[in-house]
Nanobody, 119 residues
């Protein structure tokens, strides 16, 4: 059993910043690599960033250098600091576990949290 609860979305102008959080509960996610997928209007689901339990990060090329992922294992929480946001970052962001046993479709990970970048 387990649950991932994401938060922190919102609306910002281009160049702005937001921080997403994702808190895991339940044994299903013990030791799991966690992160976010996103899906924008008319765009396929994309893996954005993940971080292993040991703290090894992955970033999609589209966000590398702008965003930072981190995790606090004591709090079972992962954070995504999103800086220099662009209009093309507008999407629904889905907190997820990543790996061979986990689904890779955005729609498998709940309602997600909306991020809108617009002037």
């Amino acid at each position: 059993e387990g649950q991932l609860v994401g938060s922190g979305g919102g609306s910002v102008p281009p160049g702005g910043s937001l921080t997403l959080s994702c808190t895991a509960s339940g044994s299903d996610y013990d030791g799991a690599e966690l992160g976010w997928y996103r899906q924008g209007p008319g765009i396929k689901c994309e893996l954005v960033s993940t971080i292993s339990f040991e703290g090894r990060p992955y970033y999609a090329a589209s966000v590398k250098g702008r965003w930072t992922i981190s995790r606090d294992n004591d709090k079972n929480t992962v954070y995504l600091q999103m800086n220099s946001l662009k209009p093309e970052d507008t999407a629904t962001y889905y907190c997820a576990a990543y790996g061979s046993r986990w689904p890779r479709l955005c729609t498998e990970w709940g309602q997600g949290t909306q991020v809108t970048v617009s002037s």
